[in-house]
T-cell receptor, first 114, second 114 residues
């Protein structure tokens, strides 16, 4: 009963490096989401996916890339990390059955870009 | 546009005090409304929800009523505990379109002192 997991939990990288944050869910939920959380901005949606091979941009997609080749995985890649991408990143999933359903969140990844 | 406005924090209360966190929304159509809670160092988790006008969501002693006439979904608890210290997020989804995106408030931090 692992639920939704994220790795790594903490990451320090340097400006310009490529970083991939992993997200894995065991429920076979169709929808998955990536958010960033920053003080003063709350949660902002980066990308989301309605199913394998279907992804779409959220509010703040610039500088990020996602893929979803398998239902259970939804990696987020920072192609060339910048200091402004220092944040806490949360992955979430939902079953996609209706508008009133719950999103389930992972524990988050704290990313520091030096 | 569609939006959620929460009262600014931080809110500091003594144990057993009454809690209200205000949330108002602007939305086209008939949204579903949610309160999520984030305990220190963790991801968000659903606290309660309401899917139509006059519905009351409740969980762990917290309550919120969907008020269409005032476009509000205020969170209340009669007697808070130290363990309720967390950040509380109000959110909505729109019952239209094919996505399942949540529109978030900025969060309200609650600290409960013994």
């Amino acid at each position: 009963d692992a639920g939704i997991t994220q790795s790594p939990r903490y990451k320090i990288t340097e400006t310009g490096r490529q970083v991939t944050l992993m997200c894995h869910q065991t429920w076979s939920h169709s929808y998955m989401f990536w958010y960033r959380q920053d003080l003063g901005h709350g949660l902002r949606l980066i990308y989301y996916s309605a199913a394998a091979d279907i992804t779409d941009k959220g509010e703040v997609p610039d500088g990020y890339v996602v893929s979803r080749s398998k239902t259970e995985n939804f990696p987020l890649t920072l192609e060339s990390a910048t200091r402004s991408q220092t944040s806490v990143y949360f992955c979430a999933s939902s079953a996609g059955q209706g508008y009133q359903e719950t999103q389930y969140f992972g524990p988050g990844t704290r990313l520091l870009v030096l | 546009g569609n939006s959620v406005t929460q009262m600014e924090g931080p809110v500091t209360l003594s144990e057993e005090a009454f809690l209200t966190i205000n949330c108002t929304y602007t939305a086209t159509g008939y949204p579903s409304l949610f309160w999520y809670v984030q305990y220190p160092g963790e991801g968000l988790q659903l606290l309660l929800k309401a899917t139509k006008a006059d519905d009351k969501g409740s969980n762990k002693g917290f309550e919120a009523t969907y008020r269409k006439e005032t476009t509000s979904f205020h969170l209340e608890k009669g007697s808070v505990q130290v363990s309720d210290s967390a950040v509380y997020f109000c959110a909505l989804t729109l019952n239209a379109g094919n996505n399942r995106k949540l529109i978030w408030g900025l969060g309200t931090s609650l600290a409960v002192n013994p």
